[in-house]
């Protein structure tokens, strides 16, 4: 599992609809190029706009029935076409990690596509509980793609949607993940956006062992997204633990980066707030002889209510005090 869900509080997200996010809204994502949001965020979970597909994160088996009833209500008024709803039992989540399908065609493919900013990226509801995309991380993405690094190295990249947005804007990048199967997924929307894989790279390694790799390789970064989940199962018995190897993958991480370099960290670790990440990241960096300055926090999305979604921190790498590149 890459990431934690959690339940989101009942929120405002729009002034006209508490909990719901309103057709104004939905107008302005689409004219962004973006068909991929929240469309209501509630106490017992939410609901996610997929194209032309739904899905329903809930918590509650009691209060489902009564939650699809005032979807149907509202379908015609937030204008949208829809072929599927699929549901997400988070109440079954230890027996089944499997999505259902609640309405529309069981004949449809499983996979389908959608868009973020302009940039497709390709969804799968047979693949677990996760579709292959994060929703919450779209201001991050959308910050990473104006700053237009040159070279971007995408730790836990998992489906490489930082990837495409740094290679959108024209960067060269490494995408790092444990699996195999995962990146060719990324290299799938890499395609979608008329983007040649073969011109990236895509490794499929222990994000704590590619370090070396890169090194004798003479690689340098000029922007770092660390993603990584809370807990992982690694090769050869090396668990990965965030509270405890985050600094050490700093470490290891800070050798290969440039002078003024970005540096996205971001993670689902409930005790953790973007204080926490900075804590740690200073710590790490002041071990390596390097001083990281923060940037201003993004703004949530629109569509998410406050306080939802991964705490994140983005970095700069001060020039003035750096490591050496033969460190």
């Not at 497709?120 to 690094?149: H, T, V, W, Y």
Request: net charge positive; hydrophobic share 40%.
């Amino acid at each position: 599992m890459r990431r934690r869900l959690v339940s989101a509080p009942l929120s405002r997200p729009s002034e006209a609809e508490p909990g719901w996010v309103g057709p104004e809204q939905i107008a302005a994502l689409v004219a962004t190029g973006t068909t991929m949001h929240r469309l209501f965020s509630g106490r017992d979970g939410w609901i996610e706009r997929l194209g032309r597909d739904l899905l329903i994160s809930w918590n509650s088996p009691e209060t489902l029935r009564s939650l699809l009833s005032e979807l149907e209500g509202r379908r015609s008024q937030l204008a949208l076409s829809i072929d599927r709803i699929f549901l997400r039992k988070r109440w079954e989540r230890r027996e089944s990690s499997e999505l259902a399908l609640v309405s529309g065609s069981p004949v449809l493919p499983m996979a389908t596509t959608a868009k973020e900013n302009g940039l497709s990226f390709r969804l799968r509801f047979d693949a677990g509980e996760s579709i292959g995309f994060f929703l919450d991380q779209r201001e991050n993405r959308a910050f990473l793609r104006k700053s237009k690094p040159t070279r971007l190295l995408n730790l836990f990249a998992y489906t490489c949607s930082f990837g495409v947005a740094a290679a959108a804007a024209g960067a060269r990048t490494w995408n790092v993940d444990l699996s195999p199967r995962i990146l060719e997924w990324g290299k799938e929307n890499y395609r979608l956006n008329s983007i040649d894989p073969a011109g990236h790279w895509f490794l499929a390694r222990d994000a704590r062992a590619v370090f070396l790799y890169l090194s004798r390789r003479k690689a340098r970064f000029d922007a770092c997204v660390i993603d990584p989940p809370t807990y992982a199962h690694g090769r050869r018995g090396l668990d990965f633990s965030l509270p405890r190897d985050l600094g050490s993958l700093m470490e290891g991480l800070l050798p290969l980066c440039e002078p003024d370099a970005l540096l996205l960290l971001s993670t689902n670790y409930q005790p953790w707030r973007p204080a926490d990440l900075f804590r740690e990241a200073t710590r790490a960096c002041h071990r390596a002889g390097v001083k990281v300055e923060p940037l201003a926090p993004l703004p949530c999305p629109k569509d998410l209510p406050e306080g939802t979604g991964p705490a994140t921190r983005w970095l700069r790498i001060d020039p003035s005090l750096h490591i050496s590149q033969s460190s």
